[in-house]
C-alpha cells in the first residue's frame, strides 16, 4: 500500500553568480541552517518556483533535512511551489487599501487579464493561460497612504485607478 | 526538593519537575497534548494551563499571576529563603482554579472545531486523548457551525497511516522524528489553520521521502488521538477488548519493556512501556512489528517423530518415551545438551540441572539467532544481538562448566551421538557446515516452535513455546533482569519449555519438582551468584540490575 | 494646528540622502562620532534610560528596561533590527529604509556600541525590494568609508550589519517569531520566558529593536536627554504615591490612512490627540469622522466620541486601545464597520502561524462568524432576555427593560475572548497575536454594536448614520471606564 518514491527530474544547480552571492550569504550567519530564507529567495529568483528539486539542492546546500526545507517553503506566501507568470501581480486587499477600493482594482485585472484570483495552494488558478501573468491577492504591502496598490514583481505601483492598471499593464 | 502548594495539597517535589509531573504524582490529573516527557516542550496545545503565582511578588504578598501558565513549561524549584511565599512555599500552583477550568474547556471546543465525529470507526477510541479530556474536562456541545477543515488521509510510509482531520497539530510525532529518531521525515506544511503533517512531497503529492525508519511506529503511540495510526493494527480490534500484561521485547538484547495486548486469538499488538534506562518511552519497529511468529498457522503443535524419514505427528508419552529410551542409553561423554539464547533463564537453569544432575554430562552448549545489524539513533540503539537473553542463558547454563559457543561448540556436537538443541528463535536458517554437524548427529531431538532448517534435520522435534505464552525472566545486555509473563495459551499441545525438560528428567529417574517459573528462580537465587536478588517477587515491573 | 516636528524625518526629502555622501553633507555619522568620542558604553545605555524612549514596535516597551536585562557576560550578543512591518496601517519604517537608510545605520552602531555588539541582522521584509536594496548599498557604503567592519574609525569598534529578507509573515514581526525566522524556522513564536534579551537568536543574547527606535538614538545621544525629553508629555502613574513617572517621550511617526485628504507619515511630537492629528493630516475626506483605528489593525477601534484621546502609550492604554505601530486608519459615515472587521478578520485568520490551538482555529472561526454576519446569515433568537446597563440607581445592573439576543453577537465575543480575553487582558495563546485577533473583533462589535445589530435583523450589510451606529458613551461601559492620565508638573 505504500506510495513509491518520484524520482527527483532535472537537478537544479545554482549559476556561478548566485554561487558567489550564496557563498557570501553564508557567512553572515554562525549556523547554515539561518541562511534559509535568502538561500531560498536566490533559488526562486533562479529557478522561477521552488521545485522538488531545488528544495533537495537547498537542502543538502545547507546541510538540513529535506523536510525542514518543504516546512520553511510552505510557510512563506512568497515561495511558489508551481510554475508562476513572468509577471507577478500582488494586489494589497486589507483594511486601508479596502477603504479606497482596491476591489476595484481587482476587478479589474481580473476582467483584463481573463483570470482568476490565484489561491496559496494554487497558484495555476491566477496564472494566465499564455504563462504570463500570475495574479493574487496580497496583505497589506505598508504602504497604506498611497492606497490602493500594487506590486508588479519587484516594483511597487502607487493611488491606482482602473486607468492606472491599463497603463502598468501596456508598459510591461 | 521544593516544598510547593498544589490546589489545597502540600507536597514535596524535586527540583526540576515541572507542575504537570508533579501533580501526576500526587494524583491529580493536567490535561495534556503536546507535552510529553520524552520530548521538548512547544507547549503549543495550551491545554495544560495552570494558575501559578507570581515568581517575583512583592514582599510579603501571595498575588496570583495575571497570566493562566502551562503546566509542562513551569518548573518547580527551591526558593531562596527571602522568596519564600507565605514564610513556607517555594511555589504555588492551581490546577482546579474556575479559570483553569474555563481555560481547558475553551482550549478543548478549539480543538474540537475541526476534528471528526467518526469516533465509532475511529482505531484510537477507547484510548483517545481527546476523548478523555474532553469527557473529564469539556463542553457537552459545540458552538460551531462553519464548515469544518477535511485534510486528505496520506500514506505516510510502510507501517503508518494519517488520518489528517483528526490531528489536533500537537506536533509531537514531528518531534519525535527530529529528537529521538534523528531521522527528520516529519513536518508541518502550510500555515494556520491549513497546518497539516506530512513527509516532505512534491507540490502535486508525490513522496520524496517516507516515514521509513526502524523506530517509525513510535509516531503512533504518542499521537494523542487517532491521526496516527498503524496499518499493522488498524481495525483490528477495539482497545477495550483486548487484555494487556507488562512484559519483556524478545526482540533484540536491549530487552524493552513493553505491554502485550491480546486477545484469546492471539496477540494483537506489543507497545513500549516506560523505563529510564533502558528504553525510556520507545521501543523498534523490528519488535514491535516482530510478534507476528506468535500467532503463527505454522506453529509446532504436536511432538513430530521421524518415521522412515518422514515427520509423523504423535502424542507426548511416545515421543517422551523414545527420547528417554535412548538416552538412558547413551554414553554421557557422548551427550551435548544446548539451550537458548531465546529461552528464559528458568528454561535454561533447569536445562543446566537437567545435564548435569541426570544425563550426568559437561557438555552445555548455547544457541540462538543469527545477530543482526546495529542501528544507532540519537536517543535509542537497537542491539546487533537478536536475543533476549544471552547473557541470562550464558550464565544459567555455565553453572560450574564453560559453555560451548560456535567453533567449540559444532565440533562438540560433531562428535555427539545424541543433542538435545532447545532453540526458540524462530525461522532460524543455517550455514552449510552447521547443516552438515547436525545431520552427522545420530539422534537429534529439537525443541523448538516454529518449522525451520534446525527443526528439518531432526529426529523429535518437541513443540515449544514463546515468550508470549510463558512466565520467566530475560537479562539484557546491560545486565538487567526482567519478567516476561504469560499472555496467550500455547497453540496445540505445545507445552512450556521448562516443564518438557522436566517431564524428561523424572522420566529418566531425576528428581525435579517445580510448579511455576517463580519457584525456579528462587532456585536461581540462591544457586547462581549474582542473581540473589533477582527473584519474581523482587523483580516485579522494572526489573532488577545484576550487580557488575 | 500643531505643526510637524520633523527630527527622523528631518532630511528625509533631500535628494539622494540614502547616498553616504549627501549624508555626511547633513550631519551624518556625527551623533555616532560623539557617542563614541564623549560617552563610555554604558553613559549611553544610561541615556536611553532616562530620555524614557519607548519600543516603537508596537508593545511600547521602555527601551533602556529592554537593555538592561542583556546579560553582560554571555557574548556574542546579538541586534536584531526589526523592519518586518506589516501592521495593516502602518508604513514609517518603509520610508526611512528608502529613503535615509543610512539614519538606521547610525542608530544601529550606536546601539552596538552601547551593547557591545558586535553582529546586527536587519529582518526587512521581503516585499520591501527597494528598501532592501537601499540599506544594502548604504551598508556597502559604509563598510568603504570606514563605519562599518573592524575597528571601526580607528575606535576599536567592530560591527558587521547584515540584512535578511522575509518572505510575507505577518507574525515575523513578533520579536520571537523574528528570530526563529531569523535562524531560518518557521516563525512561529517561542515561548516567553526566556526572553530574547536572554535567550535569543542562536540561544545568545538578543536586543530586538524596531527601525524606528533604533532612530531615535542618534538625536538622543546627539541632542542630549533634557533635549528630548522636553518633547511629549509626561504622566504620572497614579497607582503609586508620589505619582511614578510615565514618559511618553520624544516624536512619534504617526502614519495615517483611510479617510483623510493628506494622507502619510507625519512626525509629530506625543500626545496629540486623535482630532489633531486628522487636521494635520488634511482633515477628513467625508462628512463625518465614524471610526479610527489608532496603533495598527489590531489596536481596539475609538468612536466618533473618543477623538479627544491622546496619541501617546500611556493615554491610549488607559483608554483601553493602544498606540501600537502608529498606524492611524481613519474611517468616515459611508464605512461599515461590520465589512472592515471582516477585512481585518481575514488578515489575521490568514496570518495565523497556526502553532497554539486557540489562534490556529479560533481565528478562523472569528472570521467565518463575522463573515456571515455580513453575508446577512447572522442568528437572532426569538426570545429576549433583562438588559444590563446604568440602572436606576446610576449603576451597572438590570435596567428593568428587555433585549433581543443576538446569538452570533454573543458567539463572536464568546469566541473571541476565548482565544484571548479583552477584559482582563490575559491571553491563552503563545504570543500576542491571540489579543490582536479578539480586541479588534470585540470592540468594533462592543463599539458599534447598533450596525451589526442592523445588519443581522436586515440580512445583509447595513450601514447606519454615524450616531445610529455607534453605542452612546452613556451606555458603553468601556468609555465610562477609561482614565485619561495626568501631565506631572
Given at each position: 500500500m505504500s506510495e513509491e518514491l518520484i524520482q527527483i527530474q532535472n537537478t537544479f544547480r545554482f549559476t556561478e553568480e548566485n554561487q558567489r552571492e550564496f557563498d557570501a550569504l553564508i557567512g553572515?550567519?554562525?549556523?547554515?541552517?539561518?541562511a534559509m530564507l535568502p538561500t531560498l529567495h536566490l533559488a526562486q529568483k533562479q529557478a522561477g518556483y521552488v521545485s522538488p528539486a531545488v528544495m533537495t539542492y537547498v537542502a543538502a546546500l545547507l546541510e538540513v533535512p529535506l523536510m525542514k526545507v518543504k516546512d520553511v517553503v510552505t510557510f512563506?506566501?512568497?515561495?511558489?511551489?508551481e510554475p508562476v507568470g513572468e509577471y507577478v501581480i500582488r494586489v494589497c486587499h486589507t483594511l486601508p487599501c479596502a477603504l479606497r477600493d482596491c476591489k476595484g482594482v481587482l476587478a479589474h485585472l481580473k476582467a483584463k487579464l481573463g483570470t482568476d484570483v490565484a489561491s496559496e495552494t494554487d497558484l495555476g488558478k491566477g496564472t494566465t493561460p499564455d504563462g504570463k501573468f500570475t495574479l493574487m491577492k496580497v496583505e497589506c504591502l505598508a504602504s497604506c497612504d498611497v492606497a490602493p496598490v500594487i506590486m508588479v514583481n519587484d516594483d511597487l505601483y502607487k493611488n491606482l485607478t482602473p486607468e492606472k492598471v491599463d497603463e502598468i499593464l501596456d508598459n510591461l | 526538593m521544593a516544598f510547593i502548594k498544589l490546589n489545597d495539597l502540600e507536597v514535596e517535589v524535586e527540583d526540576g519537575t515541572n507542575v504537570v509531573e508533579a501533580a501526576r504524582l500526587h494524583g491529580i490529573e493536567v490535561p495534556h497534548y503536546c507535552?510529553?516527557?520524552g520530548l521538548s516542550r512547544?507547549?503549543?496545545?495550551?491545554?495544560?494551563l495552570v494558575e501559578p503565582h507570581v515568581?517575583?511578588?512583592?514582599?510579603g504578598a501571595i498575588v496570583p499571576d495575571r497570566q493562566l501558565a502551562t503546566g509542562c513549561t513551569t518548573v518547580l524549584r527551591t526558593a531562596p529563603p527571602n522568596r519564600?511565599?507565605?514564610?513556607?512555599?517555594d511555589f504555588i500552583v492551581y490546577t482546579d482554579s474556575p479559570r483553569v477550568k474555563k481555560a481547558r474547556e475553551d482550549i478543548l471546543e478549539f480543538l474540537l472545531?475541526?476534528?471528526?465525529?467518526d469516533c465509532p470507526v475511529c482505531?484510537?477510541?477507547?484510548?483517545?486523548d481527546l476523548q478523555d479530556f474532553t469527557y473529564r474536562h469539556?463542553?457537552?456541545?459545540?458552538r460551531y457551525l462553519e464548515v469544518k477543515n477535511v485534510p486528505p488521509k496520506k500514506d505516510l510510509g510502510p507501517d503508518v497511516l494519517l488520518y489528517s482531520t483528526r490531528c489536533?497539530?500537537?506536533?509531537r510525532c514531528i518531534r519525535f522524528c527530529q529528537?529521538?529518531?534523528?531521522?527528520?521525515?516529519l513536518g508541518l506544511i502550510h500555515r494556520g489553520s491549513h497546518d497539516e503533517i506530512d513527509i516532505p512531497r512534491s507540490h502535486?503529492?508525490?513522496?520524496?521521502?517516507?516515514?521509513?525508519?526502524?523506530?517509525?511506529?513510535?509516531v503512533v503511540d504518542i499521537?494523542?488521538?487517532?491521526a496516527l495510526i498503524s496499518k499493522d493494527f488498524l481495525?483490528?480490534?477495539?482497545?477495550?477488548?483486548m487484555k494487556q500484561e507488562k512484559s519483556v521485547c524478545?526482540?533484540?538484547?536491549?530487552?524493552c519493556n513493553i505491554t502485550v495486548e491480546y486477545k484469546e486469538d492471539g496477540v494483537y499488538r506489543l507497545k513500549p512501556r516506560f523505563h529510564e534506562e533502558i528504553n525510556q518511552h520507545w521501543m523498534c519497529d523490528d519488535g514491535r512489528l516482530g510478534y507476528g511468529y506468535v500467532n503463527s498457522?505454522?506453529?509446532?503443535?504436536l511432538p513430530m517423530k521421524r518415521v522412515d524419514g518422514e515427520f509423523q505427528p504423535t502424542h507426548w508419552a511416545d515421543a517422551l518415551t523414545q527420547i528417554t529410551e535412548k538416552l538412558s542409553e547413551a554414553d554421557a561423554e557422548k551427550v551435548v545438551v544446548i539451550g537458548s539464547a531465546q529461552g528464559t533463564n528458568e528454561d535454561n537453569y533447569v536445562l543446566q540441572q537437567f545435564a548435569h544432575e541426570?544425563?550426568?554430562?559437561?557438555h552445555l552448549g548455547l544457541f540462538g539467532a543469527l545477530p543482526g545489524e546495529e542501528h544507532t539513533f540519537p536517543q535509542f540503539t537497537i542491539e546487533a544481538?537478536?536475543?533476549?537473553?544471552t547473557a541470562g542463558a550464558r550464565k544459567m547454563l555455565s553453572n560450574g562448566t564453560p559453555v560451548l559457543e560456535g567453533e567449540a561448540l559444532w565440533k562438540k556436537v560433531s562428535e555427539a551421538d545424541i543433542v538435545y538443541l532447545v532453540s526458540g528463535a524462530p525461522e532460524r536458517s543455517l550455514e552449510a557446515e552447521e547443516k552438515a554437524v547436525l545431520e552427522s548427529v545420530d539422534f537429534l531431538i529439537v525443541q523448538d516452535v516454529l518449522p525451520s532448517e534446525v527443526t528439518a534435520l531432526a529426529d523429535v522435534v518437541l513443540p515449544g513455546t514463546t515468550f508470549a505464552e510463558k512466565d520467566g525472566t530475560f537479562t539484557n545486555s546491560k545486565g538487567w533482569v526482567q519478567r516476561i509473563r504469560k499472555t496467550v495459551d500455547a497453540p496445540?499441545?505445545?507445552?512450556?519449555d521448562w516443564e518438557i525438560i522436566q517431564q524428561l528428567a523424572r522420566q529418566l529417574g531425576g528428581e525435579m519438582n517445580y510448579h511455576f517459573a517463580g519457584e525456579i528462580s528462587l532456585a536461581i537465587s540462591e544457586n547462581?551468584?549474582?542473581?540473589?536478588?533477582?527473584t519474581h517477587q523482587n523483580i516485579g515491573d522494572s526489573g532488577v540490575k545484576l550487580a557488575e | 494646528m500643531v505643526e510637524e516636528k520633523r527630527?527622523?524625518?528631518?532630511?528625509?526629502?533631500?535628494?539622494?540622502?540614502?547616498?553616504f555622501d549627501v549624508f555626511r553633507q547633513h550631519d551624518g555619522y556625527a551623533c555616532f562620532e560623539k557617542a563614541v568620542a564623549d560617552y563610555q558604553p554604558d553613559d549611553i545605555a544610561k541615556m536611553v534610560m532616562d530620555s524614557g524612549l519607548k519600543g516603537?514596535?508596537?508593545?511600547?516597551?521602555s527601551t533602556g528596561l529592554k537593555w538592561s536585562f542583556?546579560?553582560?557576560?554571555?557574548?556574542?550578543c546579538y541586534l536584531c533590527c526589526n523592519?518586518?512591518?506589516?501592521?495593516?496601517?502602518?508604513?514609517?519604517n518603509r520610508y526611512v529604509l528608502e529613503k535615509n537608510p543610512h539614519l538606521l545605520i547610525e542608530g544601529i552602531l550606536i546601539c552596538c556600541y552601547a551593547m557591545g555588539i558586535e553582529t546586527t541582522y536587519v529582518?526587512?521584509?521581503?516585499?520591501?525590494t527597494l528598501g532592501k536594496k537601499r540599506l544594502d548599498a548604504a551598508i556597502k557604503a559604509a563598510y568603504a568609508n570606514g563605519?562599518?567592519?573592524?575597528?571601526i574609525r580607528g575606535t576599536g569598534l567592530n560591527v558587521d550589519i547584515y540584512t535578511h529578507p522575509g518572505a510575507g509573515?505577518?507574525?515575523?514581526?513578533e520579536e520571537t517569531g523574528l528570530i526563529e525566522s531569523l535562524e531560518g524556522k518557521r516563525g512561529q513564536p517561542r515561548n516567553k520566558p526566556p526572553f530574547p534579551a536572554v535567550?535569543?537568536?542562536?540561544r545568545k543574547p538578543t536586543v530586538v529593536q524596531n527601525v524606528e527606535t533604533l532612530c531615535n538614538l542618534p538625536f538622543i545621544v546627539g541632542n542630549g536627554v533634557e533635549w528630548y525629553t522636553k518633547m511629549g508629555p509626561t504622566y504620572g502613574d497614579a497607582r503609586f504615591d508620589p505619582p511614578k513617572p510615565d514618559p511618553n517621550t520624544g516624536t512619534k511617526l504617526y502614519c495615517i490612512s483611510g479617510d483623510v485628504n493628506k494622507p502619510g507619515v507625519y512626525e509629530l511630537e506625543l500626545g496629540l490627540t486623535c482630532a489633531e492629528l486628522i487636521e494635520v493630516a488634511g482633515?477628513?475626506?467625508?462628512?463625518?469622522?465614524?471610526?479610527?483605528?489608532?496603533?495598527?489593525?489590531s489596536a481596539p477601534i475609538l468612536t466618533h466620541?473618543?477623538?479627544?484621546?491622546?496619541?501617546?502609550f500611556t493615554s491610549l492604554t488607559l483608554a483601553k486601545s493602544m498606540l501600537g505601530s502608529g498606524g492611524i486608519i481613519v474611517m468616515n459615515e459611508t464605512r461599515n464597520i461590520v465589512d472592515c472587521l471582516l477585512n481585518i478578520m481575514k488578515f489575521y485568520a490568514h496570518e495565523?502561524?497556526?502553532?497554539?490551538t486557540p489562534c490556529r482555529w479560533g481565528t478562523p472561526w472569528v472570521r467565518d462568524i463575522v463573515q456571515r454576519i455580513a453575508d446577512g446569515n447572522g442568528r437572532k433568537s426569538t426570545i429576549t432576555r433583562p438588559k444590563f446597563g446604568i440602572a436606576e440607581n446610576g449603576r451597572?445592573?438590570?435596567?428593568g427593560e428587555t433585549e433581543d439576543i443576538y446569538e452570533d453577537l454573543d458567539l463572536l465575543e464568546s469566541v473571541a475572548n476565548n482565544i484571548a480575553n479583552v477584559d482582563t487582558m490575559t491571553?491563552?495563546?503563545?504570543?500576542?497575536f491571540g489579543i490582536a485577533v479578539s480586541w479588534p473583533a470585540v470592540s468594533y462589535m462592543r463599539k458599534f454594536r447598533p450596525e451589526f445589530e442592523a445588519t443581522i435583523r436586515e440580512g445583509k450589510l447595513t450601514t447606519l448614520s454615524v450616531e445610529e451606529a455607534t453605542v452612546p458613551p452613556e451606555e458603553n461601559y468601556a468609555y465610562q471606564q477609561r482614565i485619561v492620565p495626568r501631565e506631572l508638573e
Open positions: 553572515h550567519y554562525p549556523v547554515k541552517e539561518a512563506y506566501p512568497m515561495f511558489f511551489e | 507535552y510529553h516527557p512547544p507547549a503549543n496545545c495550551r491545554m495544560c515568581f517575583f511578588p512583592p514582599a519564600k511565599l507565605d514564610g513556607k512555599y472545531v475541526h476534528h471528526p465525529l482505531d484510537q477510541a477507547g484510548e483517545c469539556g463542553h457537552d456541545k459545540s489536533i497539530v500537537c506536533t529528537e529521538v529518531s534523528g531521522s527528520n521525515e502535486d503529492g508525490m513522496p520524496l521521502q517516507l516515514l521509513d525508519n526502524k523506530l517509525a511506529g513510535n499521537c494523542p488521538v487517532g481495525f483490528k480490534s477495539r482497545p477495550w477488548f524478545a526482540g533484540c538484547s536491549v530487552g498457522d505454522d506453529r509446532l503443535q541426570v544425563l550426568k554430562t559437561e544481538d537478536k536475543n533476549p537473553n496445540g499441545e505445545a507445552r512450556i547462581v551468584s549474582g542473581y540473589a536478588e533477582a | 527630527i527622523l524625518y528631518e532630511h528625509l526629502d533631500v535628494p539622494e540622502i540614502h547616498t516603537r514596535g508596537g508593545a511600547g516597551f542583556v546579560p553582560k557576560d554571555i557574548k556574542p523592519a518586518d512591518e506589516s501592521e495593516p496601517g502602518t508604513f514609517s529582518y526587512i521584509r521581503g516585499e520591501f563605519y562599518l567592519g573592524k575597528n509573515a505577518y507574525i515575523c514581526g535567550e535569543g537568536v542562536f482633515g477628513l475626506r467625508g462628512e463625518q469622522v465614524k471610526a479610527v483605528i489608532p496603533g495598527g489593525s466620541y473618543e477623538l479627544d484621546t491622546r496619541l501617546d495565523s502561524c497556526g502553532q497554539c451597572w445592573g438590570d435596567t491571553w491563552n495563546t503563545i504570543c500576542v
